[in-house]
């Protein structure tokens, strides 16, 4: 038993080196990004693009864009080899969730006016039109980055450090989430949908009234795709990242709830294993536990009844404490965590997020597989440990 303990840690120890490496490697993320963004502001500064409105917006798009990979990969990349300032700082948790919000929502607002810019250019209606001289564009640029932080005023109100996490309070957990529902997801979305369909709408229109000459038929119709078919990619994409961002699992009363970042889950999948090893088979109940290491601060823990108990584990042969996190209701074990072995790191277990299977990467480590039933199988593509990792 305590062989098994203590191979364990040295297996915790191990998957949480691999989540280091892997979060290093958002460094080519960050590279790619801020190439292809830069680029974007250069095509659309061409002097053919320059006075055209849905331009000038989606170079404010991209700068914007830059700002928010160097914002967001950044402070992530610090908390590789530092203990995040959001953990024990109640000042920098508030200013980096609203800022980030705050760049993130101004890109989106660029590229809906780019949307709606386009169906005011196609329009048959002077007035609108008129709406997309460079004067009230530049405007529209300056403007927007001011508005958001009033938009999003509340939010500094209601974040909070708890254990040690950047939080919401949890009497702010369902008025956020429907405000990011409404005016983070679906407004933008839908707001483009509709411009970009009524812009198709308008070139329709025009074609049937207008009769230009060959040439000059081809070359609007060349540019009306272009423009199109840039904004509608952009829709596509919008659409996809407006969907949650996060993942929820919860223990098997409900009342305890765990949420994860789906983008931090996909960082580091390679680092998801399979334990089976005695130890967690009796403290899982279950062949083997499915398990994910993560910084404290990337795990929100939602307990508002106060039911997680908290068991201490002190038969190690390191002598090192274990703590393990249950729910005292319905006895679902939620994370464990090791203060000296891996400071302000959670074990998350993974089953918790059962729900959302086709969304959970594939375990690519298996350890202890001497203690595997016989009739049970092993993971393609897996890496198989008879015991810990050397």
Not at 111 to 118: K, N
Request: glycine letters at 4%; a positive charge.
């Amino acid at each position: 038993m305590t062989t098994n303990t203590t191979s364990s840690n040295t297996f915790v120890v191990y998957l949480a080196n691999i989540q280091k490496q892997i979060t290093r490697t958002l460094v080519v993320p960050l590279v790619v990004g801020f190439i292809g963004n830069f680029i974007s502001c250069v095509v659309f500064r061409q002097k053919q693009l320059r006075s055209n409105a849905m331009s000038l917006l989606l170079t404010a798009a991209s700068i914007f864009n830059i700002i928010v990979l160097i914002y967001g990969i950044g402070t992530s990349l610090y908390g590789v080899d530092h203990t995040s300032p959001e953990t024990y700082s109640v000042v920098f948790c508030k200013i980096r969730i609203y800022i980030r919000h705050i760049l993130l929502m101004t890109v989106r607002s660029y590229i809906t006016l780019a949307s709606a810019a386009s169906f005011a250019l196609t329009s048959s209606r002077t007035n609108l039109r008129s709406l997309c001289e460079m004067r009230y564009v530049k405007w529209a640029i300056v403007v927007v980055p001011f508005i958001w932080p009033l938009i999003a005023i509340h939010m500094p109100f209601f974040t909070i450090i708890r254990n040690n996490q950047c939080v919401n309070a949890n009497s702010y957990v369902i008025p956020y989430a429907i405000y990011f529902f409404l005016v983070v997801g679906i407004f933008p979305v839908v707001s483009m949908v509709i411009f970009i369909l009524l812009t198709v709408k308008n070139l329709r229109s025009l074609r049937r009234r207008i009769q230009p000459s060959i040439v000059n038929r081809v070359t609007l119709k060349s540019r009306d795709q272009q423009f199109i078919r840039m904004l509608l990619a952009l829709v596509i994409i919008m659409s996809l990242s407006s969907a949650s961002s996060e993942l929820i699992g919860h223990c098997l009363c409900d009342e305890i709830k765990v949420k994860i970042q789906r983008e931090t889950l996909n960082d580091i999948s390679n680092g998801t294993a399979l334990c089976h090893c005695e130890n967690c088979k009796r403290a899982t109940g279950g062949l083997s536990s499915y398990n994910l290491i993560l910084p404290e601060d990337k795990v929100v823990v939602l307990d508002s009844k106060s039911l997680m108990k908290q068991y201490d584990d002190t038969n190690t042969k390191s002598k090192n404490l274990v703590e393990r996190y249950f729910c005292s209701q319905c006895g679902s074990p939620i994370y464990s965590k090791s203060s000296k072995l891996m400071p302000k790191k959670r074990i998350i277990k993974l089953s918790l997020f059962s729900g959302k299977i086709d969304q959970l990467p594939c375990p690519s480590i298996e350890v202890f597989c001497k203690d595997m039933m016989k009739w049970e199988k092993q993971i393609d593509g897996a890496k198989y440990y008879d015991e810990s990792v050397e």
